[in-house]
């Protein structure tokens, strides 16, 4: 015979499980109306109901987890029996209706994502690295932060990230695979294999788009871009879909590099884009007697951040100088990017000081409306 339920400790197993989050959308599951069911009885036993999202949910084994623990954590509930359902459709549009709204949410008033794009002059240099590894950095320091992969010819975040799983679908919303903290979205978790991506133009601005509208980021502090080196149609449709994006360009020291870069960064000129910062990367290497050598010569992040100043007319700083690191390729080889497997290392510190610097610096407000709820 089963037990009779418990009211008090069905309310605090119900108050337990508004702290399990699910792991993509990032919100209580309560919320989401994924909870059909849950009732704790005096023997000390639970049963919650779950609704997937999707019946091959590939993080139920998650969600199975998360609640588990959070029922098992609740003082009088020894055990808990987690039963999985699907949702039905209804409740599926009930939910994505919850999440999405049609336009860019990024470029509402009330938005305070800060969105910068990282570009680079040429390939090689550096970009998608330190746009992960910032990203990381940033997430370790509680802000949250997504990457969208807009290097969609030479898409290298997914792997960087250490992500192998496909975006998972409801309906319409795509909801972006989560990594060290970070929600990522890449061409690359579309297309098959290492098949390239031979779009131009009006299908990646449509690319683009769909990334920024049909992805549920939720609530963003910091969105990255990964842009395509150099000056292409990428850059374009970026300054068109998000006006507001800054610019962080990445240079080597070598000052033929921070040539080439100058014209990805002056592209601003044209966007009406704020550039905010150079960072230089592979500025020196160290040897094992603790000297530096200086592979790539010096000084090419310093001439960019003073020539896009004089170009601008604006001040543009150089923000931090990247060693380089053997451990942060191995880092990116192996997924796990340097911020997160050696925060210690010298690279490391020197990412997240330009992560700080990158987000410390105030936002703009002026003449937007502090949407503020006071929670
Ligand atoms: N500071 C560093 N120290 C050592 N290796 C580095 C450093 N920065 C980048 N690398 C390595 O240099 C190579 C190029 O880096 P990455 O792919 O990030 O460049 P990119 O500018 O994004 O290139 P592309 O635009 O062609 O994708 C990678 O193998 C990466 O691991």
């Known amino acids: ?45 639970a049963a919650v109901d779950v609704l997937l999202t999707i019946a091959g949910c590939p993080l139920r084994n998650t969600i ?27 409740q599926r549009k009930a939910l994505k209706d919850q999440l999405t709204s049609r336009t860019v949410p990024f470029t509402q008033p009330n938005s305070l994502t800060r969105i910068i794009g990282v570009a680079s002059g040429k390939g090689g240099v550096g970009k998608s690295s330190l746009t ?10 509680g802000l949250r932060v997504g990457i969208v992969d807009a290097d969609v010819h030479g898409f290298s975040v997914p792997s960087l990230m250490g992500i192998t799983q496909a975006p998972t679908r ?39 788009e769909q990334f920024l509208t049909d992805v549920h980021f939720g609530d963003l502090d910091v969105l990255l871009l990964d842009l395509p080196p150099g000056t292409g149609d990428i850059a374009i449709s970026v300054s068109q879909l998000l006006p507001e994006s800054g610019l962080l360009v990445v240079t080597t020291p070598q000052s033929a590099a921070a040539e080439v870069a100058e014209r990805a960064g ?32 010096s000084g090419g992040g ?8 004089e170009g601008l007319d604006a001040d543009v700083p150089l923000l ?14 192996a997924g796990t990017p340097l911020v997160v497997s050696d925060p210690e290392s010298a690279a490391a510190q020197e990412i997240a000081a ?18 503020v709820t006071p929670s």
Request: charged letters at 20%.
């Open 64 to 90: 199975v987890d998360d609640v588990t623990r959070a029922a098992t954590a609740v003082d009088g509930i020894d055990s808990v029996d987690v039963t999985l359902d699907v949702m039905t459709p209804e």
């Open 266 to 297: 002056a592209v601003a000129s044209t966007t009406g884009q704020k550039v905010v910062g150079v960072v230089e990367n592979m500025s020196w290497l160290e040897l094992p007697d603790g000297s530096r050598m200086e592979p790539f010569g």
């Open 320 to 333: 931090g100088s990247v060693p380089m690191e053997p451990r942060l390729r191995e880092g990116g080889d």
């Open 170 to 208: 409801v309906d319409e919303m795509i909801l972006p695979p989560v990594a060290h903290g970070v929600k990522v979205i890449s061409i690359g978790m579309f297309v098959e294999g290492n098949q390239p991506v031979v779009w131009r133009g009006p299908m990646l601005h449509r690319a683009l």
């Open 132 to 141: 992960v590894n910032l990203a990381c950095s940033m997430a370790a320091e």
């Open 354 to 371: 330009i992560a700080r610097r990158l987000t410390h610096t105030p936002r703009g407000l002026a003449g937007m409306p502090l949407n």
């Open 1 to 45: 015979m089963t037990s009779p339920a418990n009211p008090d400790l069905t309310r605090r197993l119900n108050a337990a499980l508004a702290h399990v989050q699910d792991p993509e959308l990032r919100r209580p599951i309560t919320d989401l109306g994924m909870v059909a069911d849950a009732t704790a009885y005096d023997d000390g036993t």
């Open 302 to 309: 310093a001439l960019l951040a003073g020539r896009l100043s």
